[in-house]
Structure formats: structure tokens, C-alpha cells
T-cell receptor
Framework: AQSVTQPDIHITVSEGASLELRCNYS??????LFWYVQSPGQGLQLLLK??????LVQGIKGFEAEFKRSQSSFNLRKPSVHWSDAAEYFC????????????FGAGTQVVVTP | KAGVTQTPRYLIKTRGQQVTLSCSPI?????VSWYQQTPGQGLQFLFE???????NKGNFPGRFSGRQFSNSRSEMNVSTLELGDSALYLC??????????????FGEGSWLTVV
């Protein structure tokens, strides 16, 4: 079945430490891939996306993600987290023949400690 | 340019009532999609409209419906509300297709509480 998996429901990280959030997908073809962030009570803000080309993509707020076709993964990273990075992060995919129909992972809640 | 605008932001309804939520997409965007977000089920796709036609539909009962107007604005309606319909309803807009420059943008959402 087609699915998006974020294995980590909750991650706690110290301010200044690195962060990596995992995302795996299961589709017959490579979908388009997105990472969104949601602060409490807010909508979703796009961090970055991958359609094709360079497999390491840069996003906003110092985030980057690496697409690995062989592992069906699209992991999000940040070298040094800030307290303002505390939020929920969602990986999402969309297929070319159903643009506009995003399928989301369950989300990873990130807590940043002093 | 203005982002995706959803109204109302917050509303409380009683079981059995119906509700209509509105979404104004980013200017020039003709694809509008709707999502329901709940703590238990996460983010689930409801439907997507393009040029006034429903192009994709998720697995929701017929009580959930939508439409899109000629100016690309969209509404969704939920009839005979149930307690389980309490959720954040998110609208997203984008250009037509999966061209490399396209992005799917979200509004701030409409918080619906059914009592």
C-alpha cells in the first residue's frame, strides 16, 4: 500500500545540537516530496521540496533534506537547532498524476531543551 | 502577495448542524485542496478542485462536500455534524501541475468544534 512513514513520533534535542528527522515512502514511482512545519495553532509552512535533480535540497530556516532513491527516504536535517525550531514536522508526498492530493506522514514532534 | 486565506478561523457548532468553510487561494492558483487534521488521524486529504471540477477525492463520507467557484475560491460543507468532525480544516492552493517550480501552500486553517 502507498504510505508515508515518519518513524519518530517525538524527538527531544538540545539547543545547538543537530537534528535529523526521518521519512520513508512506499510508492511504485518516485513521488514529489515535501517537508512542512507546523507551530501550535498554525497552518503548515513549507520548509523544502524535492522534485528532481540534486538530491540534497536546501530549505528555509537552515534546514536541508537528502533524497535517497535506494532507501525510499527523504530525511530532514538541521546542523544546529534553535529554540524556535520546536514544532511538529510533517513529511508529505504527491504523485504526478494526482497533483494537489498530498499524503502526509504522522508527524514528528520536536522539543528543544535549553 | 497574499497567502491562502481561510474563514472563519474558529467556530463552534452543535451536533446535527451543518457548516460551511471558505478558502481564497493565492492569486493565480487554480488548484485548491482541503485537509482535515485531528490528533487521532493526523492530516487526511478530503478533496481537490481545479477549474471548478473536483479532480481528486479522499475517503470521507458524503456529508463532506465542496465546490470551487470561477474565481478559484472554494468552500467545503459538512452536513449533519458529528462530534468526530471536530478538527482543524486546512486549505491549500497551488498552480496546476507538478512542474518543478510549483509549491503547495497552506492557509492557517479553520478550527471547528462540534458540541
Amino acid at each position: 500500500a502507498q504510505s508515508v512513514t515518519q518513524p519518530d513520533i517525538h524527538i527531544t534535542v538540545s539547543e545547538g545540537a543537530s537534528l535529523e528527522l526521518r521519512c520513508n515512502y512506499s510508492y511504485g514511482a518516485t513521488p514529489y516530496l515535501f517537508w512542512y512545519v507546523q507551530s501550535p495553532g498554525q497552518g503548515l509552512q513549507l520548509l523544502l521540496k524535492y522534485f528532481s535533480g540534486d538530491t540534497l535540497v536546501q530549505g528555509i530556516k537552515g534546514f536541508e533534506a537528502e533524497f535517497k532513491r535506494s532507501q525510499s527516504s527523504f530525511n530532514l536535517r538541521k546542523p544546529s537547532v534553535h529554540w524556535s525550531d520546536a514544532a511538529e514536522y510533517f513529511c508529505a508526498v504527491v504523485l504526478t498524476d494526482s497533483w494537489g492530493k498530498l499524503q502526509f506522514g504522522a508527524g514528528t514532534q520536536v522539543v528543544v531543551t535549553p | 502577495k497574499a497567502g491562502v486565506t481561510q474563514t472563519p478561523r474558529y467556530l463552534i457548532k452543535t451536533r446535527g448542524q451543518q457548516v460551511t468553510l471558505s478558502c481564497s487561494p493565492i492569486s493565480g492558483h487554480r488548484s485548491v485542496s482541503w485537509y482535515q487534521q485531528t490528533p487521532g488521524q493526523g492530516l487526511q486529504f478530503l478533496f481537490e478542485y481545479f477549474s471548478e471540477t473536483q479532480r481528486n477525492k479522499g475517503n470521507f463520507p458524503g456529508r463532506f462536500s465542496g465546490r470551487q467557484f470561477s474565481n478559484s475560491r472554494s468552500e467545503m460543507n459538512v452536513s449533519t455534524l458529528e462530534l468526530g468532525d471536530s478538527a482543524l480544516y486546512l486549505c491549500a492552493s497551488s498552480l496546476d501541475s507538478a512542474a518543478s517550480g510549483n509549491t503547495i501552500y497552506f492557509g492557517e486553517g479553520s478550527w471547528l468544534t462540534v458540541v
